[in-house]
Every structure is written in structure tokens, then in C-alpha cells.
């Protein structure tokens, strides 16, 4: 194999799938990127058992074949690499010769043939999104996700759903202690193939989905561009401006996101997003080892309390409009700083179905939302 590349447009696409390959250890086949050139471009694919992804590159074809590099230094090379023309070709000893004017490497790989090839993905259905849409819900839903590998909840729900005649897009994480809830208005070609069914839903890992926002990223200032989502029994395919991403799918149950949700609020609390972040950052301060802040609230104001028997107490008062009772329940610390993280609007909105009870402890579903971003809901639970 030999081919001939710009420099810029193939370290465009070597930075996407690189992605997939770097977290690998060097010794596994993951870890290499499989380079083949046909039909005057070069392909780039990275996979493992459960996720890939390929990116096409225009390039001078001199000797069609393959050769494999290993993905995290191939990036490394390119970036440093001035911009230009860039030979690349596999030897007859298996190693990869890329020769710049006066720069040479050689790089060892393995045989392209222990790759397997991407799989052919038949759709049972697809639709569309737009991708600014796609990389805001996933950092918003991304926090919220269970990170142990080894437990059922480690995924994040796409959750397709026909109500009132139009097509909606669920995309729902949780840990078991909270929760985000995404709402994604889909097109009228979303619903076509939806005839005869009610809803449709699939489970994607979180570690995958991690490397995909990371990809989409990438082009985010490239103007409006659409992502479209194809779905069998097996996989998830991604594809947008000529990079093709599939990861299997998950066979975990996933709780039913509805029943977090009450239908009724005897308690609705706004105040300043940028208020309330900067005040649990500084009662954070305080309640360090034990992440623990109190809320209680009147008709005018909310105050948070953090205590640490080590360091001391710490009290600060917000502005508020209440419609409902006073109250108190009590948060852990890190939940909310993630919340607010993840929203960007300037009004955060508090709901619960609050008894007002001193005497009972509450354990209901606390609900939050950014008023300028309602296709975003989270729940916290309080704590006991």
C-alpha cells in the first residue's frame, strides 16, 4: 500500500478515530488503526468488540492494500507533522513509512488481517437530530450515569416516543440517587417509520457514549449538520459529514423514567442559577468530607447550611419566589454542583410533592430544571 495525503485533512480524520483507539492498551488490536486505500481515498477505521468507528479521507492512491499504526501515536506524528503532503506505505516487513520532505518515520503495526471489518448494520429504524442537539444532551445526561461497568445502570436510555401526533426523542441517565430526563422534538421523517408502533427504545454503554460527544464535538463549529441514527437489535450506527460510528447495544433493563416524575408540585422554588452555584461552591467549602447542605425556604428566602464538626458552620440566604409552604429537606453537595454545571440558563426551578411534615422524613423525588432549557428535567433525592 502507498498513498499520498494532505496533511490537515488526514489528521482531521485520524483525531476522530484515534479517539477510539488511545484508551487501549498497545498490545491489543483495538489500539491500532487500520488504514486502507481504494477508489483514491484512505479509510480510517478503529473498533473493538463493542464499539468502531470509520472516517474516509481523499488521497493519491499509488498501491491500493492496508497497513495498521497504532492509533495514539499515528495522532500524535500527524499533529506535529508540518502541513503538506505526507506519503504513507506499508513496507515488506510490515512496518508503515511516513516520509515528509526530509522526516521519516517507521511504525510498527500489525497484520491489517486481524481486523474485522465494520458490520454491516441493517436498520430496523432511523431518524435524524441535529448534532448541537445530540452533544448538549449528552454532557447533560453524561453526569448523571452510573459509572461502574459491572452494574445494570451504566447506560443511558434513547426512548422514542409518538404523543399527540408528534415524535419525541427520550434521552435519559441515572446512578439510582438522580436523574436527567432530555426531550428532543423529532421531524415529521422521524415519525414516518414509526406506523404500528407506539414507541421504540435502545440502551447505549456510557463509556461509549463518551467517546462519541467527544467525536461530535469536533465539528460543532462546522454550521448546522445532521446526525443520523440508525437502530437494529444489535448495534447503534451515528453518521455525519462521512464518519460512520456504531457501539452495541445494551440488553440491561432500564427503570421506568416516568414514575420519577410527579404529575402534581405543592412546592415551586426559583432563584439565580449563577447565585445558587456560587453558594453551594462556598458552603462546599464547609461540608467538604461529609457533601451535605440543608435547604430551607420561606415566601422570600432560601438559606443553605453546611456543617463539619472539624471546621465549622456555614450560612448564606437567597432571594426566592415560592408558590406553596415553607419547608426543608437536606442535598448532597457534589449532585447539585453537577446540575448546575450542566445548566446554562439564569433561572433554576425546584418542584416537589413536599408534605411539610417535621416529622417525617422525606425520601420524594425532588425535581429541577433550568427555565430557559425546559426540554431538560432532573431529579435529586434528598437525603435522609
Avoid at 498490545?27 to 488504514?35: A, P
Avoid at 506505505?89 to 497484520?111: M, P, Q, S, W
Avoid at 421523517?189 to 463518551?210: M, V
Wanted: overall charge negative; aromatic content about 8%; some cysteine.
Amino acid at each position: 500500500m502507498e498513498i499520498v495525503v494532505d496533511q490537515e485533512a488526514f489528521l482531521d480524520g485520524v483525531q476522530r478515530v484515534a479517539t477510539l483507539a488511545e484508551r487501549k492498551n498497545l498490545v491489543q488490536v483495538g489500539s491500532f488503526i487500520l488504514i486502507e486505500a481504494r477508489d483514491q481515498k484512505a479509510i480510517l477505521f478503529a473498533s473493538d468488540a463493542q464499539t468502531g468507528g470509520r472516517f474516509e479521507v481523499p488521497c493519491e492512491v499509488r498501491i491500493p492494500g492496508k497497513t495498521t499504526v497504532v492509533g495514539k501515536k499515528l495522532h500524535q506524528l500527524f499533529r506535529e507533522l508540518p502541513p503538506g503532503k505526507v506519503v504513507l506505505a506499508r513496507e515488506e516487513n510490515g512496518t508503515t513509512r511516513i516520509e515528509r520532505e526530509r522526516i521519516l518515520y517507521h511504525l510498527k503495526g500489525i497484520d491489517p488481517n486481524e481486523y474485522a471489518g465494520f458490520p454491516e448494520i441493517r436498520p430496523d429504524y432511523s431518524f435524524l437530530l441535529p448534532l448541537d442537539v445530540l452533544v448538549d444532551q449528552l454532557r447533560k445526561t453524561l453526569p448523571f450515569t452510573l459509572d461502574d461497568d459491572t452494574k445494570p445502570m451504566n447506560g443511558i436510555l434513547f426512548h422514542r416516543v409518538r404523543e399527540d401526533g408528534k415524535v419525541f426523542l427520550n434521552i435519559v441517565g441515572t446512578d439510582g440517587h438522580r436523574l436527567h430526563h432530555g426531550r428532543v422534538p423529532l421531524g415529521e421523517d422521524a415519525g414516518a417509520d414509526l406506523a404500528g408502533q407506539s414507541e421504540s427504545r435502545f440502551i447505549l454503554r456510557k463509556r461509549n457514549l463518551q467517546d462519541l460527544a467527544h467525536i461530535l464535538e469536533i465539528d460543532l463549529k462546522t454550521g448546522p449538520v445532521s446526525v443520523e441514527v440508525v437502530v437494529n437489535p444489535k448495534y447503534a450506527t451515528f453518521r455525519w459529514g462521512g464518519f460512520y460510528y456504531y457501539t452495541r447495544l445494551l440488553g440491561t433493563p432500564f427503570p421506568n423514567y416516568r414514575d420519577a416524575f410527579p404529575t402534581q408540585f405543592t412546592v415551586t422554588l426559583d432563584c439565580s442559577r449563577d447565585l445558587l452555584e456560587s453558594a453551594i461552591r462556598r458552603v462546599g467549602l464547609v461540608s467538604e468530607k461529609k457533601q451535605e447542605v440543608t435547604f430551607e425556604w420561606d415566601e422570600r428566602f432560601l438559606t443553605l447550611k453546611a456543617q463539619n464538626e472539624e471546621i465549622g458552620e456555614s450560612v448564606e440566604t437567597l432571594p426566592v419566589f415560592l408558590k406553596g409552604a415553607p419547608g426543608r429537606l437536606a442535598f448532597n453537595t457534589e449532585y447539585l454542583k453537577a446540575l448546575l454545571q450542566t445548566s446554562q440558563g439564569e433561572t433554576m426551578r425546584m418542584e416537589a410533592e413536599y408534605s411539610g411534615d417535621a416529622g417525617q422524613k422525606e425520601t420524594i423525588p425532588v425535581i429541577w430544571m433550568c427555565v430557559e432549557e425546559p426540554q431538560s428535567r432532573y431529579v435529586i433525592m434528598p437525603l435522609d
